[in-house]
């Protein structure tokens, strides 16, 4: 899969993708990954990007001009089937786990990075298929929105993670929170491993996983459980949880 980041400080995205999942992904050519200033589509000497906003009022406005020749030059590298541009605002549809699974299959995604008070509306209308946005807050800008983007979809694609059942696993990709997790020693501070994940029942370690990330979930994101459908073993095991946590 192939990222495409429009941005005027390129080196922001790469010097922060180059690290960890995605910086392994690149350099084992399963992901490519592009940056292009809107600066270099400019025409007068100071390279300028922004204007002030019609109508009046604080801040500037990127303009349409650059960011669209960005954007065209990107869509040149690839066939135009699969390939989805996305402006990365506050007022875009949250990012989600289930939206990041949805583009899995994208030959192309193209990230505009805003800044500024935003960018021209007519752009967005005309060259943007859809608006994404990390939460209801505000940021300076968008780079820091694409690089959560790159690395939460890289870590889905085949081959980025060594062990492949890692993602399936994480948090939200079952809709639910995941289990909690333990590593050596067995004992610290007076807190010990549970019992059942050391016996090396797989059955029982399943059962057990699925209550805790299922209470988890209860605890921390009930909002997730709102219109979950639970099988009958999943809502034995909330309850079995909820029990076992009143009598703590």
């Known amino acids: 899969m192939r990222f495409d980041v429009v941005t005027i400080f390129p080196e922001m995205v790469l010097n922060g993708a180059m690290n960890g999942v995605t910086g392994r992904a690149i350099k084992q050519n399963l992901v490519d990954l592009a940056v292009w200033n809107p600066r270099d589509y400019t025409l007068d000497k100071h390279r300028t990007v922004d204007d002030r906003p019609y109508g009046g009022g604080p801040g500037m ?4 001009k650059p960011l669209k020749g960005a954007v065209d030059d990107a869509k040149k590298l690839v066939s135009k089937e699969r390939v989805k541009v996305v402006y990365l605002s506050p007022q875009g549809k949250p990012i989600t786990q289930q939206l990041l699974n949805e583009n899995t299959a994208l030959e192309q995604l193209i990230l505009v990075a805003g800044r500024y008070e935003g ?27 694409a690089l959560v983007v790159i690395d939460a979809i890289s870590r ?19 809709g639910l929170l995941d289990c909690p997790h333990y590593t ?22 399943a059962k057990w ?9 209860w605890q921390k994101r009930p909002d997730l459980l709102f219109d979950k459908k639970l099988t009958a073993e999943q809502a034995s095991l909330l309850n079995e949880f909820k029990i076992e946590l009143k009598y703590k």
């Not at 996983?209 to 979930?217: A, D, Y």
Request: aromatic content about 6%; some cysteine.
């Open 184 to 205: 050596r020693p067995e004992v610290f501070e007076d807190k010990a491993v549970p019992e059942v994940l050391l016996g090396g029942n797989h059955k029982d370690i």
């Open 119 to 145: 960018i021209d509306e007519r752009f967005i209308q005309n060259e943007c298929h859809e608006e994404w946005s990390l939460g209801d807050f505000v940021i300076s800008g968008g780079e820091l929105a």
């Open 209 to 217: 996983r699925m209550k805790q990330s299922l209470g988890g979930t």
């Open 61 to 64: 406005v990127m303009k349409y």
């Open 156 to 174: 889905l694609l085949p081959g980025v993670l060594g062990d492949e059942e890692s993602a399936k696993q994480d948090s939200h990709m079952g």
